[in-house]
């Protein structure tokens, strides 16, 4: 079996108590998604990328920077204009460790976040390029796994996906190289939990 991802403390964080609360807000994953893949933006500029109210969004970036997962880019930023950055580059998350209820928030949070990405890509199909058109899926499969085995279809999965380049800190992408996204969820079946075993 492969060894899960491990955080790098240079460049990643491992939520607690006080950073999980800060993620709970739907709106906030999804701001800091966004400053990862697309770089430094002002908060007007992510209200107009998520489609959501400049003030909210303002109000929701100086949250983030006061737990630490966004900062100010003075190289790019001005006595008008605050432009904002991702801290760190992925955030590790273990439910082990979290309040219960604040753990389904910000899990309900990220998968907001994931539907009204994939409603957005699904809405843009019509305007990709050829070469695109087919490129992506929305698949869905059920198994009949136990832990153990779930555990390590997760291992196998995340391996595949990190022998591929990264978004960000790469620069032998070849021509026509683009972000794309990957979101994986596995979880037991909803309405499943209590199920016995044949």
Request: a negative charge; glycine letters at 6%; proline letters at 7%.
């Amino acid at each position: 079996m492969s060894r899960p991802l491990e955080p790098d403390p240079r460049r990643d964080v491992v939520l607690d108590a006080t950073t999980l609360k800060a993620l709970t807000h739907p709106l906030r994953p999804r701001i800091l998604s966004a400053l990862r893949l697309h770089g430094p933006s002002t908060a007007s500029r992510l209200a107009e990328h998520l489609g959501v109210n400049t003030g909210a969004t303002s109000y929701h970036v100086r949250q983030l920077a006061e737990a630490g997962f966004v900062v100010e880019d003075p190289e790019l930023g001005n006595a008008r204009d605050r432009w904002w950055r991702a801290a760190h580059a992925r955030t590790f998350f273990d439910t082990h460790d979290a309040d219960q209820e604040m753990s389904a928030a910000y899990l309900s949070a990220l998968a907001a976040g994931y539907a009204d990405n994939a409603q957005r890509a699904i809405a843009e199909i019509a305007t990709l390029p050829a070469e695109w058109e087919d490129a992506g899926t929305f698949s869905n499969w059920t198994r009949r796994l136990t832990p153990e085995e779930t555990s390590e279809l997760i291992h196998e999965l995340t391996e595949t996906v990190r022998r591929y380049r990264p978004h960000q800190g790469t620069d032998d992408a070849p021509e026509g190289a683009r972000p794309v996204s990957v979101n994986l969820e596995v979880f037991l079946a909803p309405g499943m939990g209590d199920e016995s075993s044949p």
